[in-house]
Each structure stands twice: as structure tokens, then as C-alpha cells.
Nanobody, 128 residues
């Protein structure tokens, strides 16, 4: 049984930071590229960041580039999203996802439809 469990969300003031974690079980974690996506109320789910299976390649949405950092620890089966300089537009439910993909093509890693497994999400609320 595959499980992706996000944690680390919460309420933070604008300009603050949060670190999200996503612990995976039931998969061979190092075989999977990992992504973070988010969905704000009334909006579609959107790509935030992705990391290749090895961690050598990372990709970011333009809206978070320079503020967010994705990383992974294959020994701990965990992917992280460090979020700095948060603003109200970052308020959303954040989801991690796993894609059984050993390449590093960005077009694949930013596409929601390519991901095989999803977590239940964690709420991030940024107050202004």
C-alpha cells in the first residue's frame, strides 16, 4: 500500500518560512521523481516544484523560483519543500506526488497527469 504523508503546514505571517515534508512508504522511493503541487480555493491544482529521482535536477514554477527549495533524502524516503518569503498568494493546500520516472525531462516532471501517487495534502495559510 502506497502512502505519501505530508506534514509541516500551518499558519504563518507574510515574509515567514515553512518547511514541508512528505514521507513515502510502499514504494521504492529512489525509483520515483517527486513533485510538490498546490491548490488554492477556487483554482486548479498547479505545479510548484519537482526533483528527479537522484536529486540532481530540480524545477520550479516561476512564482516560487528563488523562494522555495525542493530536496530529498532517499535514505529517509522523504522529500522536502523549504518555503521562504511567503506571501498571501502562497496560501493553498500543498500536495506531494510521486512519478515512476528515472529521467529528468522537465516537461514530464511539471505535468500533474504524469504522477502516479498523491498525498492527502497539508494546508498552508499566509496571513498578511
Amino acid at each position: 500500500q502506497v502512502q505519501l504523508v505530508e506534514s509541516g503546514g500551518g499558519l504563518v505571517q507574510a515574509g515567514g518560512s515553512l518547511r514541508l515534508s512528505c514521507a513515502a512508504s510502499g514504494i521504492t522511493f529512489s525509483w520515483y521523481a517527486m513533485g510538490w503541487f498546490r491548490q488554492a480555493p477556487g483554482k486548479d491544482r498547479e505545479f510548484v516544484a519537482a526533483i528527479s529521482w537522484s536529486g540532481d535536477n530540480t524545477y520550479y514554477a516561476d512564482s516560487v523560483k528563488g523562494r522555495f527549495t525542493i530536496s530529498r533524502d532517499n535514505a529517509k524516503n522523504t522529500v522536502y519543500l523549504q518555503m521562504n518569503s511567503l506571501n498571501s498568494e502562497d496560501t493553498a493546500v500543498y500536495y506531494c506526488a510521486a512519478d515512476r520516472y528515472s529521467g529528468s525531462y522537465s516537461g514530464r516532471l511539471v505535468a500533474l497527469s504524469e504522477y502516479d501517487y498523491w498525498g492527502q495534502g497539508t494546508q498552508v495559510t499566509v496571513s498578511s
